[in-house]
T-cell receptor, first 117, second 115 residues
Framework: GAVVSQHPSWVICKSGTSVKIECRSL??????MFWYRQFPKQSLMLMAT?????????EQGVEKDKFLINHASLTLSTLTVTSAHPEDSSFYIC?????????????FGPGTRLLVL | AQSVAQPEDQVNVAEGNPLTVKCTYS??????LFWYVQYPNRGLQFLLK??????LVKGSYGFEAEFNKSQTSFHLKKPSALVSDSALYFC?????????????FGAGTRLAVHP
């Protein structure tokens, strides 16, 4: 099946620093990737849709300058949490669509747990 | 706006018994519905989807879901539960608002299968 990886799997950082999370499609090229945030015992909330070669589309209420998304290639999208604060601590999950499979299906990465101290 | 609801926070089932995880939807137009499973500290794994065609959809790991238009439901089922099925299950619907195909997830249902 389609494989999506994330790196790192977990990260601890100090308040005020920036953290970059990578999302890669390993065996397919993904023109569209998605970034989600999940709080403990809650559902996934879509943060933004990342399109290769263009600006990301952010959901209402998500700060563009806080969560920088770069989709520089067909296999890599990055999410940078800038000037992280404890309230940014969460589980971040990316997904990607494989254009060679049914395009409505998203394949998810394993997630990145961020803890901001 | 498209939405799905999962009315149960948790479902408890004995191993070997049939299981049902409920999902209802509210959409304009034809619904594109999905089920995903999440194991602890992991991303989501695709189980199955309904786009069109047969109302009974078969998916991974022996799961199936029944699309019921009159009841606007898409319940996930399995004839015989395994302890290893214990996980968090999400129902989702496609939303095309803004020109992008997005998934809107339900709140999730935790399935606990007891030996």
């Amino acid at each position: 099946g389609a494989v999506v990886s994330q790196h790192p799997s977990w990260v601890i950082c100090k308040s005020g620093t920036s953290v970059k999370i990578e999302c890669r499609s390993l065996d397919f090229q993904a023109t569209t990737m998605f970034w989600y945030r999940q709080f403990p015992k809650q559902s996934l909330m879509l943060m933004a849709t990342s399109n290769e070669g263009s600006k990301a589309t952010y959901e209402q209420g998500v700060e563009k300058d806080k969560f920088l998304i770069n989709h520089a290639s067909l296999t890599l999208s990055t999410l940078t949490v800038t000037s992280a604060h404890p309230e940014d601590s969460s589980f971040y999950i990316c997904s990607a669509r494989d254009p060679n499979r049914y395009q409505e299906t998203q394949y998810f990465g394993p997630g990145t747990r961020l803890l901001v101290l | 706006a498209q939405s799905v609801a999962q009315p149960e926070d948790q479902v408890n089932v004995a191993e070997g018994n049939p299981l049902t995880v409920k999902c209802t939807y509210s959409v304009s137009g034809n619904p594109y519905l999905f089920w995903y499973v999440q194991y602890p500290n992991r991303g989501l794994q695709f189980l199955l989807k309904y786009i069109t065609g047969d109302n009974l959809v078969k998916g991974s790991y022996g799961f199936e879901a029944e699309f019921n238009k009159s009841q606007t439901s898409f319940h996930l089922k399995k004839p015989s539960a395994l302890v290893s099925d214990s996980a968090l299950y999400f129902c989702a619907v496609r939303d095309r608002a803004g020109g992008y195909n997005k998934l809107i997830f339900g709140a999730g249902t935790r399935l606990a299968v007891h030996p």
